[in-house]
């Protein structure tokens, strides 16, 4: 394990646990039935474990789309020529995709990194940080190296750690690249002893024989490299992709950072598993904003013990569910800081001490 990702594991702590019991403290004292706001109560207790503060923003926001192209569409499991990453991580830098529109749309910034498109091409918004001209053909040898692997990995704090410096108070993670929901299938497998048959679904739109083949690719994939399930390095390099490395990279960089970090589709909730495989304490940082349609996403969840906020059918990847998430986050932070207590409200709360006495009610 390398230097930066080895200071990077030790820099997460745990939640600050006085800054979560006054927030729930300061939730109790607001004109409203206790727990009455669900999950935004939830939120605002969670952001202020991260931050240590009792009120916080979500102003300045950020998704972080890693890019890369992966040898293994060589073997016809996607939908889409390779061609595709090319034209939509430029695209994305454009502002013209799917989580190009939303963060304009919710105010959040995008930063765009190239760690493996194949092609040789420079394009404002688009930071170069290419570590090869995609994976190799992960069905005929492993996708890359240990050290590609952690290069990757490396790159991903690294956005983070850029992100905080640069004053963002909220991450989103995404990701640009054909073949992806292939690796992110292979490499969950690879952590979970799961069979391509319970994890994988058809990406983009694959037909009937591309899915077919992308289950045996894959469960012939781990039967031949046989990736450590305790090491998610190893799997990221023997079946992953440079994407899923960065996006790995960049879930442990917010949580060493203390920052919260958005958790989009599949693919990104793969990232999110590897990274709390590496460092459990990084889930406590972790938001789930979607639940993506991919048959492995609730397999990650699970294994997260997470649970998404919303419920919108989307499968699009990019990063697109984050713009979303923050302004729900956003709203949950407004809330806790700008609602009326009882006292303020002129409210005698004396009527609820039965409510909160009871269990179920409890922050």
Not at 301 to 324: N, Q, V
Request: net charge negative.
């Amino acid at each position: 394990m390398d230097k930066l990702l080895n200071e990077t594991l030790a820099a997460i702590a745990a939640p600050d646990e006085r800054a979560m019991a006054a927030t729930r403290e300061r939730q109790l004292s607001l004109a409203k039935p206790p727990r009455s706001l669900g999950r935004l109560e939830d939120i605002s207790v969670q952001i202020a474990g991260i931050t240590g503060k009792l009120y916080n923003r979500a102003d300045r926001r950020r998704v972080l789309v890693f890019a890369s192209d992966n040898g293994i569409v060589a073997e016809g499991v996607a939908s889409a020529p390779q061609s595709v990453t090319l034209a939509q991580t430029i695209n994305i830098a454009r502002g013209l995709t799917g989580v190009g529109v939303l963060a304009r749309h919710c105010r959040a910034e995008i930063d765009v990194i190239d760690l493996g498109v194949n092609a040789d091409f420079s394009f404002p918004g688009v930071r170069n940080e290419k570590i090869a001209m995609g994976t190799k053909n992960f069905a005929v040898e492993p996708a890359m190296t240990r050290e590609q692997a952690l290069a990757a990995i490396d790159a991903g704090i690294r956005a983070a750690r850029r992100a905080k410096d640069d004053g963002v108070e909220i991450l989103g993670i995404g990701e640009m690249g054909i073949g992806n929901t292939s690796t992110s299938s292979a490499v969950l497998c690879a952590l979970t002893g799961l069979t391509a048959e319970e994890t994988v679904s058809r990406g983009g739109g694959v037909n009937d024989a591309g899915f077919a083949r992308k289950k045996a690719v894959i469960d012939g994939a781990l039967a031949a490299w046989k990736p450590d399930p305790a090491d998610p390095v190893d799997a990221l390099a023997k079946v992953g992709g440079f994407d899923l490395c960065g996006m790995t990279g960049a879930f442990l960089g917010a949580a060493a950072s203390r920052l919260p970090v958005v958790i989009d589709g599949f693919i990104s909730a793969v990232a999110a598993l590897c990274a709390a495989r590496l460092n459990p304490l990084c889930a406590a940082y972790m938001i789930p904003s979607h639940a993506s349609m991919e048959r492995g996403y609730a397999v990650a969840m699970d294994a997260l013990k997470l649970r998404p906020m919303l419920a919108l059918d989307m499968r699009l990847g990019e990063g697109s569910g984050c713009p979303i998430a923050f302004e729900i986050v956003s709203a949950a932070l407004d809330v806790l800081e700008n609602m009326a207590t009882f006292a303020e409200a002129a409210i005698d709360d004396g009527y609820l001490s039965e409510i909160r006495a009871n269990e179920r009610f409890q922050g």
